[in-house]
């Protein structure tokens, strides 16, 4: 609990520079110049702000520009998740599923996801979706999860939509129908997600629907592998990319090319998933 002689001194200085000291913090955290944004954001989280105490969890989380520590990864979570901030509560619920920092509690972490998810929040329908399709602090039950999956995706979550897309792609609570599945990885690899770009991609390598998918289907593949961070995911998708190539002519791969680039100008950066 901050002591009262503190939270006075607090209030003594001007908002302003508590402000300037998250944006500071949030800026160094998108230049991915984390041991900046961690001495940021700390002081900004400690007195109060949640979506600088949701990017400290995330630091602690993911060991960026501060020891890994699940533990406090758990405590900031929570305390951004109790001022009703949607990214925090789906962060900790995950630490509950995977029982990283806290002990595994997936009812806990139904607890936590399902009223957020009941006002509508897209993410928290998100996963509230996963449980559904995977049984975690609830029974397997399909349809529900494709119910919360719409939900988020028609809200424009990326994630929402590609688990939508995934479900039916296999058939999971819908009738199979791969053209529906394309429509929503479309959506969700617009929106920053890798596995829709590679999906994307693979459906449309199959060209079925004639050359100009193909061509399509490798700039989606040179996209992904441009923005690829990790050298094992690079590699299967550079086998796929390369496979594909075979297939093609010199021509194809550099419209293929160029078409990358114009996907690379309006695609968002890929999507964290914590």
């Known amino acids: 609990m901050i002591r009262r002689l503190v939270l006075a001194a607090v209030v003594i200085l001007p908002a302003t520079v508590a402000r300037a000291g998250f944006e500071e913090g949030r800026a160094a ?51 951004a ?28 972490a139904m607890r936590l996801i399902r009223p957020c998810a009941q006002r509508d929040d897209a993410k928290c329908q998100t996963l509230l979706g996963w449980m559904y399709r995977y049984g975690s602090g609830v029974i397997i039950d399909y349809a529900t999860a494709v119910e919360w999956f719409r939900r988020a995706a028609d809200q424009g979550d990326a994630l929402g939509q590609d688990n939508l897309a995934n479900m039916y792609a296999l058939g999971l609570g819908v009738d199979k129908d791969l053209a529906t599945a394309l429509k929503w990885y479309r959506q969700a690899a ?10 994307v991609a693979t459906v449309l390598a199959k060209g079925e629907g004639g050359r100009h998918e193909i061509v399509e289907a490798y700039a989606w593949y040179e996209l992904l592998l441009s923005r690829l961070d990790k050298r094992d995911r690079q590699r299967t998708v550079e086998r796929a990319r390369d496979a594909l190539a075979r297939r093609m002519s010199a021509e194809e791969i550099e419209r293929g090319k160029a078409l990358a680039g114009e996907l ?11």
């Open 264 to 274: 690379d100008a309006r695609v968002k950066p890929l999507v964290k998933v914590h």
């Open 81 to 108: 998740a109790e001022q009703g901030h949607a990214g925090a509560t789906v962060g900790l619920a995950n630490l509950y599923i995977d029982g990283k920092g806290v002990k595994r509690d997936p009812a806990e």
């Open 29 to 79: 955290y998108e230049a991915k110049d984390y041991a900046v944004a961690y001495r940021e954001l700390r002081p900004a989280a400690e007195a109060g702000n949640a979506e600088a105490a949701f990017l400290v969890a995330v630091l602690y989380l993911g060991g960026d520009g501060v020891e890994r520590d699940a533990s406090e990864a758990a405590k900031w979570f929570r305390r």
């Open 190 to 199: 617009e929106g920053g997600v890798a596995t829709a770009q590679y999906n």
